[in-house]
């Protein structure tokens, strides 16, 4: 099956996903959209009151917040993968709850196993919750890290920034990042890279990995 399949598959199971609380009370649910080759994937929270009514990611004020910082590094939101953590809405709008987060886990999973994105992108600290537990966002935001050799990069929510306009300059420098995290993802995981190499390190000599932090 083509990965364009296995997501439409995957959506078709998250649109009647009764696997906990939060699919009492959405109109519709929220799979994810974006092309099945994008390179890099972004995750949100959850969907708002628009993404409950549409069944669509980011289709609100934050959202459109969200294509012009893509426009910035001369992307359109068609050419990335946009998903949430939570596939519905928390009623209120409150932060998922353990159970939530744990029952939509396993779509986010495949989505990611499907996508193979060369960097994702996590919106707010709930997202970012998910590759760096014990992190704090004002902290991290903006730096990548591998995570089970993937480059993971937490960023501040797009709603962040509108409702504190002081952040809107770090949101923007941080976006600016991103074409030279996917090309060093890239580089890393070329044909070229993954060839053995000739000299082997000394056996005293430990293997360093990267990080961005």
Request: charged share 30%; glycine share 6%.
């Amino acid at each position: 099956m083509e990965a364009k399949q296995v997501l439409e598959a995957i959506a078709a199971e998250v649109r009647v996903c009764e696997q906990c609380k939060l699919f009492s009370s959405r109109k519709h649910s929220v799979p994810g959209e974006g092309p099945a080759n994008a390179e890099i994937m972004f995750i949100g929270e959850g969907p708002g009151f628009y993404e409950n009514e549409q069944g669509r990611p980011f289709v609100g004020a934050a959202g459109k917040f969200l294509s012009e910082l893509l426009a910035g590094i001369h992307l359109k939101r068609e050419e990335v993968f946009i998903a949430n953590v939570v596939k519905c809405r928390p009623p209120g709008n409150r932060d998922p709850e353990p159970d939530e987060l744990e029952a939509c886990d396993k779509y986010l999973e495949r989505q990611i196993a499907t996508i193979n994105p060369h960097l994702i992108v996590t919106l707010g600290r709930i997202s970012m919750g998910k590759f760096f537990p014990d992190a704090r966002i004002s902290s991290i935001h903006g730096q990548a890290r591998w995570v089970k050799d993937r480059l993971v990069v937490a960023m501040y929510h797009p709603a962040a920034a509108l409702h504190q306009p002081a952040l809107r300059p770090t949101l923007e420098n941080d976006f600016k990042k991103l074409p030279g995290y996917v090309e060093e993802s890239k580089k890393k995981h070329s044909p070229a890279a993954a060839r053995p190499e000739e000299k082997k390190p000394a056996d005293d000599q430990e293997p360093t990995q990267l990080s961005l932090f």
